[in-house]
């Protein structure tokens, strides 16, 4: 009998379905190593639910010490721009997904495709169709009946060979033949019914130029690719479940495979639905050309080129994509958890500096004309390791407006007359009076300053209840801060009863007369901060320079959102 005593218990890792799949399939021979892909097509940039999709993909590879490709799926011209195929390579290598150099196009095999297509008219299990596209769909049947068949379903061999090589030649206009496979259509799965797997489109392609004026459907060029590749597992979102059927006919059919379960394998997974975004190409290609965003990198978009510009880091986005974990069923997640994950990331590896962003100048009448001194002060508390800071203290300050009231309500321990405060990292001090302009506006508040409260403390034991942030007036740098929210109205909802969107009006403040601390000449484009008391900043990816300081708000620094235990 083994001996179990002081051993160690041993830890049970969860499995997900797909892995449990993937082993299976190892174990049982069917594969002995692992491919996966991430399949884009280059016709807008990739969003939150990419993210999900890529890291999976890759994760899968990396796991089983495998490969993973990057693979865009151009096999329509109409919508595809190289500049697409850019921002998605960009995204992917920023999420940290390393395809190496295994960078592959799906016009690339456009060959193969069509030497597939012929041997499928040549074995009688593809035909020329000379109906219309409305056509074919009222000859598809519906959920509850069979469709009817193509009046040219029996066409000759020959015949279906001629035409299509003059549908590749260009004799015949766009939507006046397609080729469709010869499956069912009597089949319950709509996508069975001699689906259409080529095209007339006498289209510039950006990457095969005008070679081509036909071009495969995506159920027909898609398991191709997978096939070419060496793909094992073709891991993929809910919506093909019942496309999976015509993926292993082509397959099999095409002699690419032999049987179902053989490599390439499809399974798939539960898309990821954020609460209250905006994930929709057709929708953000819309708030892009009527330049009600700054394009598609807004930072009010989620998109990944977005979240990016907005501030957030690829390990928050993978710790995202890991809480939301990967399943059957269909669920939303919060964005709360989304913000959560960018909080936790960043709070211990930013700098936590003072910005004041709504200004009000505040004078202390008893600290020495001319005079100032400087104040060594921690950049992280949580972290020591992020070491200190040396900023300038004086007689002339800005502070936060909100940070002061002439009449406060009760509970309000921040600046008023007669009330004692500290100033951050520096002295107590009271107000005595305000100026105002002739409006009756606010311009200046006036202190005096206990010179005996040095960084903060009473030696006599007294306490104060409010600590508020301060710039010195001689050195704080000018800059732009830009506050974010929702670009939709999350208490009317995303869609209005029309199908548009709810816009929420409110969705940037430009803040142009704020302040940052002395110091901060030194920022990059994509550094980021915390800004003590306002939230975690990043100095904007497109607009920032020395001389032009742009910081967007990443996310305030509290939510009420909690993991769930």
């Given at each position: 009998?083994?001996?179990?005593?002081?051993?160690?218990?041993?830890?049970?890792?969860?499995?997900?379905?797909?892995?449990?799949?993937?082993?299976?399939?190892?174990k049982e021979g069917r594969m002995d190593h692992v491919v996966t892909r991430f399949p884009p097509e280059p016709n807008g940039y990739l969003h939150i639910g990419h993210a999900k999709s890529i890291l999976l993909n890759y994760s899968l590879a990396k796991e089983y010490g495998g490969l993973f490709n990057l693979r865009f799926d151009d096999t329509n011209p109409t919508k595809e721009k190289t500049e697409f195929v850019d921002s998605i390579k960009e995204d992917v290598e920023w999420l940290g997904a390393d395809y190496q150099d295994r960078l592959y196009f799906a016009s690339d095999y456009f060959e193969k495709m069509y030497e597939t297509a012929v041997l499928l008219i040549k074995k009688g299990e593809a035909y020329v169709s000379d109906l219309t596209a409305e056509e074919i769909r009222e000859y598809r049947g519906t959920l509850t009946e069979p469709g009817k068949e193509d009046p040219s379903r029996n066409r000759s061999v020959e015949k279906n060979l001629t035409l299509?090589?003059?549908?590749?030649?260009?004799?015949?206009?766009?939507?006046?033949?397609?080729?469709?496979?010869?499956?069912?259509?009597?089949?319950?799965?709509?996508?069975?019914?001699?689906?259409?797997?080529?095209?007339?489109?006498?289209?510039?392609?950006?990457?095969?130029?005008?070679?081509?004026?036909?071009?495969?459907?995506?159920?027909?060029?898609?398991?191709?690719?997978?096939?070419?590749?060496?793909?094992?597992?073709?891991?993929?979102?809910?919506?093909?479940?019942?496309?999976?059927?015509?993926?292993?006919?082509?397959?099999?059919?095409?002699?690419?495979?032999?049987?179902?379960?053989?490599?390439?394998?499809?399974?798939?997974?539960?898309?990821?639905?954020?609460?209250?975004?905006?994930?929709?190409?057709?929708?953000?290609?819309?708030?892009?050309?009527?330049?009600?965003?700054?394009?598609?990198?807004?930072?009010?978009?989620?998109?990944?080129?977005?979240?990016?510009?907005?501030?957030?880091?690829?390990?928050?986005?993978?710790?995202?994509?890991?809480?939301?974990?990967?399943?059957?069923?269909?669920?939303?997640?919060?964005?709360?958890?989304?913000?959560?994950?960018?909080?936790?990331?960043?709070?211990?590896?930013?700098?936590?500096?003072?910005?004041?962003?709504?200004?009000?100048?505040?004078?202390?009448?008893?600290?020495?004309?001319?005079?100032?001194?400087?104040?060594?002060?921690?950049?992280?508390?949580?972290?020591?390791?992020?070491?200190?800071?040396?900023?300038?203290?004086?007689?002339?300050?800005?502070?936060?407006?909100?940070?002061?009231?002439?009449?406060?309500?009760?509970?309000?321990?921040?600046?008023?007359?007669?009330?004692?405060?500290?100033?951050?990292?520096?002295?107590?001090?009271?107000?005595?009076?305000?100026?105002?302009?002739?409006?009756?506006?606010?311009?200046?508040?006036?202190?005096?300053?206990?010179?005996?409260?040095?960084?903060?403390?009473?030696?006599?034991?007294?306490?104060?209840?409010?600590?508020?942030?301060?710039?010195?007036?001689?050195?704080?740098?000018?800059?732009?801060?830009?506050?974010?929210?929702?670009?939709?109205?999350?208490?009317?909802?995303?869609?209005?009863?029309?199908?548009?969107?709810?816009?929420?009006?409110?969705?940037?403040?430009?803040?142009?007369?704020?302040?940052?601390?002395?110091?901060?000449?030194?920022?990059?484009?994509?550094?980021?901060?915390?800004?003590?008391?306002?939230?975690?900043?990043?100095?904007?990816?497109?607009?920032?320079?020395?001389?032009?300081?742009?910081?967007?708000?990443?996310?305030?620094?509290?939510?009420?959102?909690?993991?769930?235990?």
């Amino acid at each position: 009998m083994e001996n179990t005593e002081n051993k160690e218990p041993r830890e049970v890792v969860s499995r997900n379905f797909i892995q449990n799949a993937i082993d299976k399939d190892l174990k049982e021979g069917r594969m002995d190593h692992v491919v996966t892909r991430f399949p884009p097509e280059p016709n807008g940039y990739l969003h939150i639910g990419h993210a999900k999709s890529i890291l999976l993909n890759y994760s899968l590879a990396k796991e089983y010490g495998g490969l993973f490709n990057l693979r865009f799926d151009d096999t329509n011209p109409t919508k595809e721009k190289t500049e697409f195929v850019d921002s998605i390579k960009e995204d992917v290598e920023w999420l940290g997904a390393d395809y190496q150099d295994r960078l592959y196009f799906a016009s690339d095999y456009f060959e193969k495709m069509y030497e597939t297509a012929v041997l499928l008219i040549k074995k009688g299990e593809a035909y020329v169709s000379d109906l219309t596209a409305e056509e074919i769909r009222e000859y598809r049947g519906t959920l509850t009946e069979p469709g009817k068949e193509d009046p040219s379903r029996n066409r000759s061999v020959e015949k279906n060979l001629t035409l299509f090589e003059e549908m590749k030649d260009g004799k015949w206009p766009d939507g006046s033949k397609v080729l469709r496979a010869k499956i069912d259509m009597a089949s319950p799965n709509i996508n069975m019914r001699d689906p259409v797997i080529y095209r007339v489109a006498h289209l510039t392609h950006h990457n095969t130029g005008d070679k081509w004026c036909i071009y495969p459907m995506y159920d027909f060029a898609h398991p191709i690719e997978d096939a070419v590749e060496g793909v094992t597992h073709s891991i993929c979102t809910l919506e093909f479940e019942d496309h999976r059927p015509l993926y292993n006919w082509v397959l099999i059919h095409g002699e690419w495979k032999k049987e179902e379960g053989d490599a390439p394998r499809q399974i798939e997974f539960a898309k990821m639905y954020l609460t209250n975004v905006v994930t929709g190409k057709r929708y953000i290609k819309k708030l892009v050309e009527e330049g009600i965003v700054d394009g598609w990198d807004d930072p009010r978009l989620v998109s990944i080129s977005g979240l990016r510009r907005r501030g957030y880091t690829p390990e928050s986005i993978r710790k995202f994509v890991e809480l939301c974990g990967v399943s059957k069923g269909d669920s939303s997640v919060d964005y709360a958890m989304l913000e959560y994950c960018i909080r936790e990331d960043l709070k211990l590896k930013c700098k936590r500096v003072m910005a004041v962003l709504r200004p009000v100048k505040l004078v202390i009448d008893n600290y020495p004309l001319g005079q100032t001194e400087e104040l060594i002060v921690p950049n992280n508390l949580e972290n020591p390791e992020l070491g200190s800071r040396t900023i300038t203290f004086g007689r002339d300050l800005y502070i936060e407006a909100e940070d002061f009231m002439e009449e406060p309500p009760k509970k309000y321990f921040r600046l008023y007359p007669g009330n004692e405060v500290r100033l951050m990292n520096a002295y107590f001090v009271t107000c005595t009076g305000v100026d105002k302009d002739e409006n009756g506006n606010i311009t200046c508040i006036h202190c005096t300053y206990d010179p005996a409260t040095k960084g903060g403390d009473s030696p006599d034991g007294r306490k104060v209840k409010g600590t508020i942030h301060w710039l010195y007036q001689g050195n704080a740098i000018p800059s732009e801060i830009r506050l974010y929210e929702n670009i939709v109205n999350e208490e009317l909802g995303v869609y209005n009863e029309d199908g548009s969107l709810n816009l929420n009006p409110d969705s940037l403040t430009v803040l142009k007369g704020a302040f940052t601390e002395k110091g901060m000449e030194e920022t990059k484009a994509g550094d980021s901060f915390q800004f003590v008391r306002q939230g975690f900043f990043t100095a904007d990816r497109k607009d920032f320079t020395p001389e032009r300081p742009v910081y967007n708000r990443i996310v305030s620094l509290k939510s009420s959102f909690k993991l769930p235990s």
